[in-house]
């Protein structure tokens, strides 16, 4: 069965710099979650989409901005990166009508030097 | 708000013993709740949810939990370890917000099986 794509799966990069994750949800599903863990740390929701319009925002830092686009795909754009962003981001989808169940991809590791 | 705490960051068994891992919700509406496996270096797992039908939830990999209103838990058992459960479980509960319900995590407990 298709899963979630994430990509890329690693990624370094350098403090100031900017990065995009990219998320390609399950087929059919129509929203779209991204959550940030921290090492060691329980995962921590930053935003989610459906249908193309953000429906919710959590604790994502200004510096970054999200959109999700007419193929359902979503990316994270991040800026001006900190050594605190290093992290595992994930991003999980849910189909319509069954939002309360989501299916998460494998996540992009983050390190950020 | 909704909110999860799970008892017990590190919990630590032998092979063939009973896994009890401990969670308890807050919530001011009936709760969605759900336990996910995270293995080492490896992305998240539904492990089994509640989703207001059956009180006993089965899972997959042997695990099941149970729904307790009155004592507001949703512990994880399993009869019987095996080496391949150590990884850290999450207790999660679903926002119920629309068009989208953000999940709340607990904190994890990570799992230890001894030989």
């Known amino acids: 069965a298709a899963g979630v794509i994430q990509s890329p799966r690693h990624l370094i990069k350098e403090k100031r710099e900017t990065a995009t994750l990219k998320c390609y949800p399950i087929p059919r599903h129509d929203t779209v979650y991204w959550y940030q863990q921290g090492p060691g740390q329980d995962p921590q929701f930053l935003i989610s989409?459906?249908?193309?319009?953000?429906?919710d925002k959590g604790s994502i830092p200004d510096r970054f901005s999200a959109q999700q686009f007419s193929d359902y795909h979503s990316e994270l754009n991040m800026s001006s990166l900190e050594l605190g962003d290093s992290a595992l981001y994930f991003c999980?989808?849910?189909?319509?009508?069954?939002?309360?169940?989501?299916?998460f991809g494998p996540g992009t590791r983050l390190t950020v030097t | 708000a909704q909110s999860v705490t799970q008892l017990g960051s590190h919990v630590s068994v032998s092979e063939g013993a009973l896994v009890l891992l401990r969670c308890n919700y807050s919530?001011?509406?009936?709760?969605?709740l759900f336990w996910y496996v995270q293995y080492p270096n490896q992305g998240l797992q539904l492990l089994l949810k509640y989703t207001s039908a059956a009180t006993l939830v089965k899972g997959i990999n042997g695990f099941e939990a149970e729904f307790k209103k009155s004592e507001t838990s949703f512990h994880l058992t399993k009869p019987s370890a095996h080496m391949s459960d150590a990884a850290e479980y999450f207790c999660v509960v679903s926002d119920t917000r629309e068009y989208g319900n953000k999940l709340v995590f607990g904190a994890g407990t990570i799992l230890r099986v001894k030989s």
């Open positions: 989409f459906y249908e193309k319009m953000q429906s």
């Open positions: 999980a989808s849910s189909p319509e009508g069954d939002s309360y169940e989501q299916y």
């Open positions: 919530s001011s509406v009936p709760p969605y």
